[in-house]
């Protein structure tokens, strides 16, 4: 396996998967309740989602949508966002 | 005429999808290891519940780009019979030999109970020998089906919703939807009607002991599909 070491050169991608917006969120329900018992009133409705962070040789936004497509977001539930983080 | 279990890192109801074939049906079997690249010799595919890859990313995820499920779905184009439960459910859908996805339940909990369905169809080999109220256990925490409405409307024309969740007299209601499923919908036929998914565990309902047989009728299906 390519190992990249930790140097100026690296690229990062950071990718937001969330779960599309017609869907109930239940894991952001639990947390919205939760925060509701420590006091938090104000708490409307809460969505969770995931943040996946990619070290690579080069960064190509073609390649990363690629990799969400095939592997890191679900098309059917999930949208995905891309940044080259610098 | 034989079946491969498959085995993921995580897999847990794998001895128990042996037994019901091997003991309780009849039907020859073998474990398959993920890494294996080939289903020579097989004429059904079992994929069974449990966690696969720690449920990592997405339930299924992982395991449905394993090597093994490559071949699945090369085997499930040419017709031949794949049964997916539970976990088994959730990596075929994200293997695209299903529609849908599979999300946490509704109400946030882990699931394990006996439930009802109602047998939907009787087009395909995995639903034509099910009893017309099927009585059988699920267990999980993410079986929430869902799936874009105008998909549902085709998988509808087409007849492959195959199982939905009811009270004991055959009626799909809100306190029998045990995850918030979209419809009640339990389980799935692929459009060919040779691919099953569904939440619920056959390989647990096929002898008395274990508190009902049920899943013998679905079960059946290896059988059914290999004859043709």
């Known amino acids: 396996m390519a190992r990249i070491s930790q140097t100026i050169d690296v690229a990062r991608a950071q990718i937001l998967v969330t779960l599309k917006p017609s869907l109930l969120d239940s894991a952001g329900r639990t947390v919205a309740s939760s925060l509701q018992n420590l006091g938090f009133t104000e708490v409307g409705e809460v969505r969770v989602g995931k943040l996946i962070e990619i070290e690579l040789a080069e960064f190509s936004e073609a390649r990363v949508k690629e990799m969400c497509e095939k592997l890191l977001a679900n098309p059917v539930i999930e949208r995905f966002e891309i940044k080259e983080i610098v | ?228």
Request: hydrophobic share 40%.
């Open chain 2, 1 to 228: 005429m034989k079946v491969a279990v498959l085995r993921f890192p995580g897999s847990n109801c794998d001895q128990d999808a042996f037994f019901a074939l091997t003991e309780d049906m009849g039907i020859d079997a073998a474990y398959v290891w993920h890494e294996e690249t080939s289903l020579k010799g097989f004429d059904g595919v079992f994929v069974p519940g449990g966690f696969s890859y720690g449920d990592y990313l997405r339930c299924g995820a992982m395991a449905s780009r394993s090597n093994v499920m490559q071949e699945v779905v090369r085997f499930a184009a040419d017709g031949g019979p794949v049964l997916g439960a539970c976990n088994g459910f959730q990596i075929l859908c994200e293997a695209g030999l299903l529609p849908g996805a599979l999300l946490l339940n509704e109400q946030q909990k882990f699931v394990c109970q006996d439930v009802f369905l109602k047998t939907e169809t009787r087009r395909s080999p995995w639903t034509s020998e099910a009893a017309d109220i099927v009585r059988i256990p699920i267990a999980h925490g993410e079986g929430r089906y869902v799936v874009e409405p105008e998909d549902l409307k085709r998988m509808e024309d087409r007849a492959q919703i195959a199982f939905r969740y009811v009270n004991a007299s055959g009626t799909v209601d809100a306190e029998s939807n045990p995850n918030g499923s979209v419809d009640g919908i339990a389980g799935v036929l692929n459009e060919a009607g040779n691919v099953l998914g569904l939440m619920p565990h056959p390989e647990r309902a096929t002898r008395t002991m274990l508190g009902g047989t049920d899943g013998k009728g679905i079960l059946k299906g290896f059988e059914l599909v290999m004859a043709k």
